[in-house]
């Protein structure tokens, strides 16, 4: 009979910067019982997914499992780590448990979406720990770019496993916990099995800054600025948020917080008790009353976003509110890679209307909220475990991660999504591997990436698209000649005339010319007239169209 596995199974965030979610099991193969951390988004891009609204891990190979499922820990509030459970919910249908600030995100999210939302547990901060099956788990206090980050210690029958979610070692982070080395000291003093561990900002060789190390430098810019300023940062970010606000308020300037989600963020963090002492805001309809260069807006829409407040004001007036020439606007981010055309775009629509655009490029303006390779090192010579798993990360950060564990003498190994980790041992090693992929959200449906819609949508951008429609009578003969209706395709061709005039000829012609064996098969008859159409295409105007063939007959 076999014994029991400790095992560790990515289904998202691993191999990849976002969708993060990752499963742990103790018992006999195939037979564990299971507890997922964390469930995630990505977010699409036009390039790959256009059109696509969410991007969520493939949740199979758990839902089919989800009576060995005991629950969903959620690290924080982060929409690559939160943004897919009420989504995908309904298919697991287990306790979500999470620290305050983060249950009042999950809880919101699952009402939005016509769930209950009393299946979101508050879980308190270790020493406080929840029993599930062979699992108990803790959330330790960890100091992160959104509040009450903790780090899971997850201990079962063969030892304790620290999984670190994102993470920072800012002493002084201005919202929220601390890190405290002593407290993680402590919890793996007695050993720990395996550190799976934050991997992002691996490939930055400097010691991480704090929080507070920006005041005073957010403080001059804005004091110095003439005009209005406005400043955007990622809403979940709240410390930040509070660092920008305190800077304007120190200016003498009056507040303005624009877009739903940095409202919808400091309201929770207020309801929860992890923000206090924050500036007076006013609405925006207030704002008019007040002379332009003792206004400060803080802005969503830092990575580019085209719907959000930054990119609003980009187009001109928002909420009654316009930055004009001589304005200062300040990006207190970092753009994230994927981002950079969103962003560059605001920062011309800026320029062409005379507004100073401040970026991070002088490291003066925002700090990480990961852990960057100093911070990683010295997260394991505090824990030292037996074994480091990387995670949340591309391939190139995982295995530069591994690297650094091996030549510390801590067994590592890389391990991306479907790869499943035996922890059990004194190495880690591969237990199986596991089909995964991703699910779209598109409009109100849930697609798989294998489906095809999203590739029949890049090919219809890539190369246009004809409807050919062709009628049949009782005796299966042409009625007419055949119709074609063009999407996306120039007009004229090297021929000079109407690219739809030529190919309706060349579609005619063959309908002219078929035996009565392919004019009877409709499928042999859309066979054809897609080549046809793709060849005259192809001969006038150098593509090859996607091609929708209607053949209706006269019954």
């Not at 979406?113 to 330790?140: C, M, Q, R, Y």
Request: hydrophobic fraction near 40%; glycine fraction near 10%.
């Amino acid at each position: 009979m076999s014994s029991e596995r400790l095992i560790y199974l990515p289904l998202g965030g691993a191999g990849e910067i976002g969708m993060n979610a990752y499963v742990y099991g103790y018992g006999k193969p195939g037979k564990e019982r299971l507890i997922l951390v964390d469930l995630g988004v990505a977010f699409p891009d036009m390039d790959t997914t256009p059109g696509v609204d969410l991007i969520m891990p493939d949740i199979t190979w758990l839902a089919d499992r989800a009576d060995q499922l005991e629950g969903i820990f959620i690290t924080h509030a982060h929409e690559d780590h939160i943004g897919a459970v009420a989504h995908l919910y309904s298919r697991l249908n287990v306790p979500v448990y999470a620290r305050a600030f983060t249950a009042n995100i999950a809880r919101r999210k699952m009402d939005e979406h016509g769930l209950d939302p009393e299946v979101v547990n508050t879980i308190s901060a270790w020493p406080a720990v929840t029993k599930l099956g062979p699992f108990t788990v803790g959330a330790v206090p960890i100091s992160h770019s959104i509040p009450e980050s903790g780090g899971l210690v997850i201990d079962s029958p063969a030892g304790r496993v620290v999984h670190t979610g994102d993470f920072k070692l800012d002493e002084n982070p201005i919202v929220g916990e601390a890190f405290d080395p002593e407290l993680w000291a402590d919890i793996s003093k007695d050993g720990v099995q395996a550190l799976v561990c934050d991997s992002t900002n691996v490939f930055s060789l400097n010691p991480g800054r704090s929080e507070s190390d920006l005041g005073d430098n957010i403080t001059k810019l804005i004091s110095e600025a003439s005009g209005m300023v406005a400043a955007t940062t990622f809403a979940s970010n709240v410390a930040r948020v509070k660092t920008l606000a305190e800077a304007g308020e120190r200016a003498g300037r009056s507040i303005v917080l624009l877009g739903r989600a940095m409202n919808r963020m400091i309201e929770a963090s207020v309801e929860t008790g992890v923000l206090k002492n924050f500036p007076a805001v006013i609405r925006p309809e207030e704002a008019g009353d007040i002379p332009r260069e003792n206004l400060m807006l803080i802005t969503t829409g830092s990575q580019g976003e085209r719907r959000a407040a930054s990119a609003q004001l980009a187009r001109g007036k928002f909420r009654g509110l316009e930055l004009k020439e001589g304005d200062l606007f300040l990006f207190s981010s970092k753009t994230i890679p994927g981002n950079e055309k969103g962003v560059i775009w605001i920062i011309n629509q800026f320029s062409e209307r005379g507004v100073d655009v401040v970026d991070d490029s002088s490291g003066l303006y925002h700090v990480s909220g990961h852990a960057n390779r100093p911070d990683l090192q010295r997260m394991h010579e505090i824990v030292k475990p037996k074994m480091l798993i990387p995670m949340h990360g591309e391939h190139r950060h995982l295995r530069q991660h591994a690297r650094l564990g091996e030549e510390k003498g801590i067994a590592s190994t890389i391990a991306v999504n479907g790869m499943m980790v035996d922890l059990t041992g004194d190495r880690p090693t591969v237990a199986e591997y596991i089909d995964t992929g991703r699910t779209y959200l598109d409009g109100s449906v849930k697609v798989g990436a294998m489906d095809g819609i999203v590739r029949d949508r890049i090919r219809m951008a890539l190369n246009g698209h004809v409807v050919v429609t062709a009628i049949l009578d009782e005796q299966d003969e042409p009625l007419g000649e055949p119709w074609v209706d063009l999407k996306g395709l120039a007009e004229t061709g090297k021929s000079n005339a109407a690219l739809v005039e030529i190919m309706e000829e060349d579609l005619n012609q063959f309908l002219m010319r078929a035996g009565k064996k392919t004019l009877k098969d409709d499928d042999k008859l859309e066979q054809e007239l897609k080549r046809i159409a793709r060849q005259s295409a192809q001969s006038e105007i150098g593509k090859k169209p996607e091609v929708t063939v209607v053949v209706s007959r006269m019954r």
